[in-house]
Nanobody, 123 residues
Framework: QVHLVESGGGLVQAGGSLRLSCAAS???????AGWFRQAPGKEREFVAA????????YYADSVKGRFTISRDNAKNTVYLQMNSLKPEDTAVYYC?????????????????WGQGTQVTVSS
């Protein structure tokens, strides 16, 4: 069992930055991980993913060049650095781990999820 806790969300103006963290506890954390987001009235969507070693990263086209996913396995933590934020980035952001497929964009391929952290970008 893995327990995930996201933090770092908040209110920011367009063009600003936030850094989300996802801290894991429980069994080994060395698994593929991802970030997803869900805006009101919309389905949860893929944002970024990273392999267990951190050697490969994957991004949705909408965030490529603005967001960076990284991880520190010694700290059992995955990060999402978000720069040049736009109002359309407003959503609840979730981290997820334990996908057998590196870079998976499918929610059902992740076994464990955090509770989410709200990101609001004002125009």
């Amino acid at each position: 069992q893995v327990h995930l806790v996201e933090s770092g969300g908040g209110l920011v103006q367009a063009g600003g930055s936030l850094r989300l963290s996802c801290a894991a506890s429980g069994r080994t954390f060395n698994t593929n991980a991802g970030w997803f987001r869900q805006a009101p009235g919309k389905e949860r969507e893929f944002v970024a993913a990273i392999t267990w070693s951190g050697g490969r990263t994957y991004y949705a086209d909408s965030v490529k060049g603005r967001f960076t996913i990284s991880r520190d396995n010694a700290k059992n933590t995955v990060y999402l650095q978000m720069n040049s934020l736009k109002p359309e980035d407003t959503a609840v952001y979730y981290c997820a781990v334990d996908s057998d497929v590196a870079g998976s964009r499918r929610t059902y391929e992740y076994d464990y999820w955090g509770q989410g952290t709200q990101v609001t970008v004002s125009s």
